[in-house]
């Protein structure tokens, strides 16, 4: 998956130490040969098909850019690299929001984090998700983990959790605009398509998933529930079920999320402008419209490899580039390029770039 896939993450107890689930088993829990062996059959199930998924995503690719004409493709590629720094500072931009969202979601609190541990650990958090199979999951628990000494692991934990509310929600902010401007696009161009409707959906979906994450976390007692089933755990679990309930404002983290997308809906413009496409809020609208329909349905595909090209390839007449399917295809493309360029950068910072630790940042 990559930073807009919309299954939110499983939220994870992690102590400032270490990852709590390592080695810690309630007698209760304790698997039997059979269940082991069940268990067994089932990861391998999920690799396969996942690998199934990833190599179904790779044949789409070949697919769309072999009926856009290869040659095309790779020209429109080419003729796109002067604009590339432009729509990897706007990829940062759109990563940012999420550091900055998180940090409104914690509170006060979040003073003491310093700002090399914010910026280290959302570009780390950024690597995992757009280059991982375990996508913004993964990704979240990086973060949670750089941020857990200085917050605790549960609450690191819990305001992760809070986060992909907002970032759920944010993304239906921004599916409404871009719904109304394809229909609007349609009824200039006099045509027809389910593109609009699929990006309404797209909001609903993920309206009802940010909703329910926050009217789960307010009522439920997930942590409760693993500490009963973890000794170890118990009063983390307690701490996760508290900081989910902490009355820290959601509107500013909401706000954030917005801009996010906005930045992101800019940058789709300005990739538009790169394959030959025209500048203007509509068309920028429409093509983060597209944008958003390929990832929600992409979600299952590691990295949507794959589903993005093709979601661009089927709406091309959309963006009026009904004529020339390889500037189409060369959007996705392009932001998948510059999502890995700005991913390159988050792996070299997690590699070289040693964040203080509580002590030393003191």
Same mark, same amino acid.
């Given at each position: 998956?990559?930073?807009? *896939? ?5 939220? &994870? !107890? ?21 269940? #082991? ?68 979601? +914690? ?33 979240? &628990? &990086?973060?949670?983990?750089?941020? *857990?000494?200085?917050?605790?692991? #549960? ?31 349609? *009824? ?11 990006? !309404?959906?797209?909001? !609903? ?20 529930? +693993? ?42 413009? +300005?990739?538009? &402008? ?15 419209? =597209? ?5 929600? #349905? ?32 060369? +959007?996705?493309? =392009? #932001? ?5 360029? !700005? ?20």
């Amino acid at each position: 998956m990559t930073r807009d *896939a919309s299954l939110p993450s499983v939220p &994870v !107890l992690l102590p400032a130490s270490r990852h709590p689930m390592k080695g810690l088993e309630a007698p209760e829990s304790r698997m039997t040969t059979d269940d #082991a062996k069940q268990t067994d059959r089932w990861a391998w199930a999920k690799r396969a098909a996942r690998l199934a998924l990833f190599a179904f995503g790779l044949a789409a690719i070949v697919y769309v850019v072999n009926d856009a004409g290869p040659a095309h493709v790779w020209a429109t590629l080419v003729g796109a690299g002067v604009f590339v720094p432009l729509i990897v500072l706007l990829e940062g931009a759109f990563m940012s929001m999420d550091v900055l969202s998180l940090r409104s979601l +914690i509170g006060a609190p979040a003073r003491d984090v310093p700002l090399s541990v914010w910026v280290r650990s959302g570009l780390m958090a950024y690597a995992i998700m757009v280059l991982f199979p375990g996508g913004r999951a993964a990704g979240e &628990v &990086v973060r949670a983990t750089q941020l *857990a000494p200085y917050t605790g692991g #549960a609450k690191a934990a819990a305001y992760g959790t809070r986060l992909q509310a907002a970032t759920m929600l944010g993304n239906t902010i921004i599916s409404v605009p871009a719904a109304l401007a394809c229909f609007w696009a349609q *009824a200039q161009a006099g045509t027809s398509s389910a593109l609009p409707w699929l990006v !309404l959906g797209n909001g !609903l979906v993920t309206a009802a998933i940010g909703g329910g994450i926050l009217f789960v976390s307010r009522r439920s007692k997930v942590g409760g529930w +693993i500490g009963q089933k973890f000794s170890a755990l118990a009063s983390h679990g307690a701490s996760f079920d508290e900081a989910l309930r902490d009355e820290t404002p959601f509107a500013p983290a909401l706000l954030f999320s917005a801009l996010g997308r906005a930045c992101q809906t800019l940058q789709y413009g +300005i990739i538009l &402008v790169a394959v030959g496409g025209s500048l203007g809020l509509v068309s920028a609208l429409v093509s983060q419209g =597209i944008h958003l329909v390929g990832a929600g #349905a992409g979600d299952l595909v590691p990295n949507q490899a794959g589903i993005t090209e093709g979601a661009y390839w089927m709406f091309a007449e959309a963006l009026g580039l009904s004529a020339d399917p390889a500037a189409a295809v060369g +959007i996705a493309l =392009i #932001a998948r390029f510059c999502q890995y360029i !700005l991913a390159g950068i988050g792996l070299v910072a997690g590699a070289v770039w040693r964040a203080p630790t509580p002590a030393s940042a003191s």
